[in-house]
């Protein structure tokens, strides 16, 4: 049984050849699948490196509504998507490689770290405060992205896996995957796609995590910045950063993106103490009862 690395992508021009060489050197070759509505080099970028490259027409502008068609572009049965932006840990994918084979879950699930833009050596945000996932509640930034694509329940709602698994397998944490958002688009263009997000689906472009998006307007004491503990993703990082950022944003309306920034800036005025406790009391409330019992945050 094997799996296939499935990359949906749009208008990455800048940086989808150094990713792809990076893929390469791990050994692997995915799959591109490039949104019909790209409008830069993107296609010719991956045709000339011979990487497999497809288009792909989506109802929704955003990766989730591209997965319910996996099952007929890839005849493996297990799928690894990747956003173009992210890269995986060698760990991530030996783990992959010997899970797949032994788990009876739907999907696998795993950490994913920010990639703080323009720091050497590379170092990630905590942020513990942001995230709250009660059925993963010990993982940072909790991705479903290995999965049965011929066996999950398809959803095309903005911020999930583009699935609904019954089942699901969470990786180690050292298993993980890095986002290089911050350090391959800029300012603009990230606030310009949270604003996308939140027309798409009011409430998308204002979720917690997405302030991973614009680490620019957090205190150090917000991110916690974190380095990592491997210096695997240096020489990747190094070459995504001597990319010229476009500093031309996509079309995005003024009155969102004004919106977006003042909610985060409000949402920052609570207690990080008070945030912290509430985020551990749900972390405790998805824990079995016996193991709830050692615990009393009242």
């Known amino acids: 049984m094997k799996f296939r690395v499935v990359i949906v992508t749009r208008d990455s021009a800048g940086w989808i050849g150094t990713i792809a060489d990076a893929y390469r050197r791990l050994g692997l070759r995915p799959l591109y699948l490039v949104h019909d509505k790209t409008r830069d080099a993107t296609t010719e970028i991956l045709v000339k490196a011979g990487e497999d490259v497809r288009p792909i027409t989506l109802a929704r502008d955003y990766v989730e509504a591209a997965i319910s068609q996996f099952p007929n572009l890839v005849e493996e049965d297990w799928v690894l998507r990747m956003d173009d932006d992210e890269f995986p840990s060698r760990r991530m994918i030996d783990f992959t490689q010997k899970a797949i084979n032994r788990t009876k879950e739907q999907a696998i699930v795993f950490p994913r770290r920010e990639a703080l833009p323009h720091v050497a050596p590379l170092a990630y945000p905590r942020m513990e405060i942001l995230y709250n996932a009660p059925l993963i509640p010990f993982l940072i930034d909790p991705q479903a992205r290995a999965f049965r694509h011929r066996e999950v329940a398809f959803s095309a709602e903005i911020h999930t896996p583009g699935f609904v698994p019954a089942s699901v397998r969470v990786a180690p944490e050292n298993a993980y995957m890095v986002h290089f958002n911050t350090t ?63 500093e031309a944003a996509e079309t995005a309306d003024s009155e969102v993106q004004a919106r977006i920034l003042a909610h985060f800036k409000q949402a920052r005025v609570a207690s990080s103490e008070e945030l912290k406790l509430d985020v551990l009391r749900d972390r405790i409330a998805a824990l079995p009862a016996w193991a709830r019992a050692f615990f009393d945050l009242r």
């Open 184 to 246: 391959v688009r800029s300012f603009a263009q990230r606030l310009a796609k949270l604003a996308r997000y939140e027309k798409e689906s009011p409430g998308a472009g204002i979720l917690p995590a997405a302030c991973t998006s614009l680490p620019e307007i957090l205190t150090p004491e917000e991110l916690r910045a974190r380095p990592f503990e491997t210096r695997e993703f240096d020489e990747l990082a190094r070459r995504l950063r001597f990319i010229p950022q476009d």
